[in-house]
């Protein structure tokens, strides 16, 4: 986990600066973390579209309140989380929508075999991650794919560091679980 300095927070910090005195500088932090966001949408809903709806709406959100931003010294991201993870909750509220499956296409690599078993190791884990209860599913996405300190996971969930470790430490024990138990059944 790549903690991040105060250099680089420093960084950080002009690049919001820029954006409020221009809106084009606003694509040097859309580049640096749209693929975080997206990835986190993408874990959290399971559906490439729904991501990409999530992911962009994020960043109109924060484009739009960028002159109400005030820096605090925790990384641009943590907000950006919370952004998406609010609009998350508020799209679990609701009703569903159907996906239609996606054509195969796209050349298929040299061994097979070994991209197959990628696929599907990922899948598994995927799947145990999106059976987490929405609490440890949004600590573990954040921690593992948003690379984020747990103090910054607090900040972002509304809880302690605390009970940041116990949700970490419950979700793993959760996904160990899991993952073994169906390793066995295979």
Known sequence: ???RSAAELQDEARLIEAAKRDRNAFTALYQRYFDQIYSYCYYHSGRREEAE??????????IEGLD??????????????????????KQRRRP??????????GP????????WLKREQGDELHAAVRRLP????????????????????G???????????????RAVHGLRRRLSGSVKKA
């Open 155 to 169: 900040v972002i969930m509304g809880r302690s560091e605390g009970a940041i470790k116990l949700l970490l430490f």
């Open 68 to 89: 109400d931003f005030e820096w605090r010294g925790i990384p641009y991201s943590a907000w950006l989380y919370k952004v998406a993870s609010n609009l998350m909750a």
């Open 96 to 105: 569903a929508w159907i996906e239609l499956p996606e054509p195969v296409s």
């Open 134 to 153: 929405v609490d440890q599913r949004q600590a573990v996405l954040l921690k593992f794919e948003g690379r984020l300190r747990n103090k910054e996971i």
């Open 108 to 115: 298929v690599e040299d061994d097979p075999e070994h991209r």
């Open 53 to 62: 709806d999530l992911a962009s709406e994020t960043f109109q959100r924060a």
């Open 1 to 3: 986990m790549t903690e």
